[in-house]
């Protein structure tokens, strides 16, 4: 191991314990520095990337049904058709390319 990399741990070491005491609430940066080294000192394995692609290719998948469901019923205050700015978004912007009024559904239940 070069000494770069130890310093690289000893950093992400105390930062771990910052995050433990509860730093990070206050200094967002922490979490930020804690998970870029994360990823340069322990690498995510391939197994672990499919797996972490696969919930979100399904996270996506739902929340697609979703708004296709919301779409059928829902339209612009302009009276457009909206539709969803990308896979997996819960935004939706109205069809009509002089009003584009966007809307974003939220996940909380009535
Ligand atoms: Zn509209």
Known sequence: MSNSNDHDWESFCRLGEAIGDGLHHEDPWIAKEYK???????PKTDLEKNIEKKIRIK???NINIQII??????KCICGSNLKQ??????TVVCKNEECKKK????????
């Open 85 to 90: 700015v990308r896979s997996g978004s819960k």
């Open 36 to 42: 870029r080294l994360q990823k340069i000192l322990l």
């Open 103 to 110: 809307y974003t559904y939220n996940s909380r239940k009535k």
């Open 59 to 61: 996270r996506n998948e």
């Open 69 to 74: 469901e919301r779409l059928k019923k829902d």
